[in-house]
């Protein structure tokens, strides 16, 4: 972690002057070398014209996303065989809009692709729609209290067997039911005021974008508190379905994480199961460009690094990746603070975990590239045959060879070794084979 430079005593005062310390300048940051590079296709046109949003379907290999374009149409996008296939159409009522904001609508897919939520971004509705028949299986709404300023709360889980869906359900709840059937399994009466007195389980806070752990078992998300202060809170699922229906108001698996004066709904990523990246160093809006690190559990900053401009966080394949828009891409090393990559063009919009690519589609056409060179120092004699006779003839079964070969070399890449001992349906491309491959040269 860096080190903060000490500061006078008069700079000190100065700071403080304003009721709460605050940071002068910015941290430097730190270049690592690395073989990671970015490996960008041509761009595409879209059969379908400009969408709103796009969500990967995740399994395998294979790039396959589902989309959805501004006339409500959901669209299933195989970009490794170049088709497209209608699924399923939104309620012309979700196509409303109060106001001019450019990005009404957002996309939320379970993780078997069998489902779909399409909600007004910042607004009050929304609408679960089954994929595969069409039919809308839940309406959605959140009330009309300051939804303008917060993402609209939305998130799916999968559960023994059962895909659940998180959602907003008034400004400061939220609730879980089954995506599939409607049913309600958060059922408790909502706490109202009386004379002033607060009442047990009254949450005074706006509930905005939700986020779910990569285990299914924690859910966090970056809303807000009258001042208005921004706060990242979360807690356990596990908690909240089988033991605690208040949970997400007052349980104690609740965790307070990172605040700052208006600032709410900024970028974060789950590590693992517990750790939680956020963005911005520092108490009042603007905060400063930096990664915080957050054990949820402990309630604990376990470390922090002067990082990248705002943008969405990724987290694969040990790197942290950020997509700034016009700023670019930049990869990160979490354990060491350092910054791997930056590629300056215009980052990517969306990613996908299980295909490993990057997708942007909020410019003419679709551009999709892959970040490679993760593993590239195994690249090299029989690991690097075998690499060049599986991406060149495209035998993905023969990845098995590859991983044991790996293996032997000494790569620990749990991730990728998995991959190759147990490769599935495949595209053009291989990731495991990408993690292996060095820049180009010229």
């Known amino acids: 972690m860096p080190d903060l430079p000490l500061a006078c005593g008069a700079c000190h005062d100065a ?21 990671l590079w970015v490996d960008r296709a041509p761009r595409e046109p879209l059969p379908h014209g400009p969408l709103a949003d796009l969500r990967p379907q995740l399994g395998g290999d294979r790039d396959v996303w589902i989309a959805l374009t501004h006339d409500g149409e959901l669209l ?7 088709t497209v296939a209608p699924l399923a159409r939104i309620s012309p009522a979700l196509l409303e809009r109060t106001d001019d904001r450019p990005d009404p609508l957002r996309l939320h897919v379970a993780r078997d692709a069998r489902l779909a939520a399409v909600v007004q971004r910042r607004g009050r509705g929304g609408a679960v729609v089954d994929l595969e028949t069409g039919r809308t299986t839940m309406e959605l709404s959140r009330g009309d209290y300051h939804e303008e300023h917060c993402e609209y709360p939305c998130a799916f889980v999968q559960r023994a067997g059962r895909t659940l869906l998180v ?8 609730d879980v039911s089954d995506a599939r059937t409607g049913e309600l399994l958060t059922v408790r009466e909502s706490p109202v005021y009386a004379r002033d007195e607060r009442p047990a389980h009254y949450l005074d806070y706006f509930h905005c974008g939700l986020l779910v752990s990569p285990d ?22 596990d908690a909240w379905l089988d033991t605690n229906v208040w949970e997400s108001e007052d349980g104690p698996t609740r965790r307070s994480l990172a605040a700052a004066a208006y600032f709410w709904d900024g970028p974060m990523c789950w590590l693992d199961g517990t750790r939680l990246a956020t963005w911005g160093l520092g108490e009042d809006d603007p905060l400063l460009p930096a990664i915080r690190v957050f054990d949820v559990p402990s309630e604990r900053e376990i470390d ?15 790197v942290l990746v950020s997509l700034a ?17 930056h590629d300056a063009h215009p980052a990517a919009t969306r990613f996908h975990p299980t295909a490993k690519t990057f997708v942007a589609f909020d410019r003419p056409g679709l551009v999709t590239a892959r970040l490679c060179g993760h593993q590239a120092r195994w690249h090299d004699g029989v690991v690097a045959d075998l690499a060049a006779a599986i991406a060149r003839d495209r035998t993905f079964a023969d990845l098995p060879v590859l991983g044991d070969a790996l293996e032997r070399a000494g790569c620990t890449d749990a991730e990728l070794l998995a991959h190759c001992q147990q490769p599935g349906d495949h595209g053009d491309r291989c990731w495991a084979i990408d993690r292996l491959l060095s820049r180009p040269r010229g």
Do not use: M
Not at 76 to 82: I, K, P
Not at 167 to 174: A, E, M, P
């Open 216 to 237: 299914q078992r924690s859910i966090c998300e970056h809303g807000w508190v009258w001042h208005p202060y921004g706060v990242v809170i979360a807690w356990s699922l």
């Open 167 to 174: 959602h907003g359900t008034d400004w400061n709840r939220l």
């Open 325 to 341: 828009g016009d700023a670019g891409t930049t990869a990160w090393d979490v354990d060491r603070g350092t910054r791997l990559l």
């Open 76 to 82: 299933r996008l195989d970009l490794d065989r170049r």
């Open 15 to 35: 700071a403080g002057a304003e009721g709460r310390d605050r940071y002068e300048g910015k941290p430097g940051i730190v270049d690592e070398p690395s073989a």
């Open 304 to 318: 922090w690094f002067p990082g990248p401009p705002a943008g969405d966080l990724v987290f694969d394949g040990g």
